[in-house]
T-cell receptor, first 109, second 116 residues
Framework: KNQVEQSPQSLIILEGKNCTLQ??????????LRWYKQDTGRGPVSLTI?????NTKSNGRYTATLDADTKQSSLHITASQLSDSASYIC????????FGKGTRLHILP | DAMVIQNPRYQVTQFGKPVTLSCSQT?????MYWYQQKSSQAPKLLFH???????NEADTPDNFQSRRPNTSFCFLDIRSPGLGDAAMYLC???????????????FGPGTRLTVT
């Protein structure tokens, strides 16, 4: 069964700290993996897209990694800011597009 | 400038009263999507258009319909809204199908639907 599992479900960190969010998937065949940021009450915004051959991609303070062999991805946020408080959603594309349930990140001042 | 526009941002309708949500895009993308998102859940794809080709998800209720009169506009019609249809409805676009390659998907701000 095609699944995308994200962990943790929620995370609280202090402003300025780093954090890493995880995404494990069983989707096959794999086409690409995306990370989105969704602020409360807003639509998701794309952070990174990675294909099979890519194992890391950065977008400012956001760095995504992909291990296609173990079917794992991570999103690392460096020097967190209050504006990073949001849900982060992992989406894997195969013949269907499968959304993870997201990780809710809270940044405390 | 906004690339995917949804109107209205907030919609209140009565139980059983038809409602239409609208989406427009300035990107000239081939694919337009409608998602339903309930609180603390992932967006759930209802259907998408590839140009004029309509693709319905197998588990989308018949109560939900869509129209795409031209490239720029796409509508979501809920024929008889129930209380369980209260949700955020997200419209999105992409140049081609997401599984076909690393195409960016752009979401609108969403329409929050309340059913009374």
């Amino acid at each position: 069964k095609n699944q995308v599992e994200q962990s943790p479900q929620s995370l609280i960190i202090l402003e300025g700290k780093n954090c890493t969010l995880q995404c494990n998937y069983t989707v096959s065949p794999f086409s690409n993996l995306r990370w989105y940021k969704q602020d409360t009450g807003r639509g998701p915004v794309s952070l990174t897209i990675m294909t099979f051959s890519e194992n890391t991609k950065s977008n400012g303070r956001y760095t995504a990694t992909l291990d296609a062999d173990t079917k794992q991805s991570s999103l690392h946020i460096t020097a967190s800011q209050l504006s990073d408080s949001a849900s982060y959603i992992c989406v894997v594309s195969a013949n269907k597009v499968i959304f993870g349930k997201g990780t809710r990140l809270h940044i405390l001042p | 400038d906004a690339m995917v526009i949804q109107n209205p941002r907030y919609q209140v309708t009565q139980f059983g009263k038809p409602v239409t949500l609208s989406c427009s895009q300035t990107l000239n993308h081939n694919v337009m999507y409608w998602y339903q998102q309930k609180s603390s859940q992932a967006p759930k794809l209802l259907f998408h258009y590839y140009d004029k080709d309509f693709n319905n998800e197998a588990d989308t209720p018949d109560n939900f319909q869509s129209r795409r009169p031209n490239t720029s506009f796409c509508f979501l019609d809920i024929r008889s809204p129930g209380l369980g249809d209260a949700a955020m409805y997200l419209c999105a676009t992409s140049r081609d199908r997401l599984a076909s390659g690393a195409y960016e998907q752009y979401f609108g701000p969403g329409t929050r639907l309340t059913v009374t």
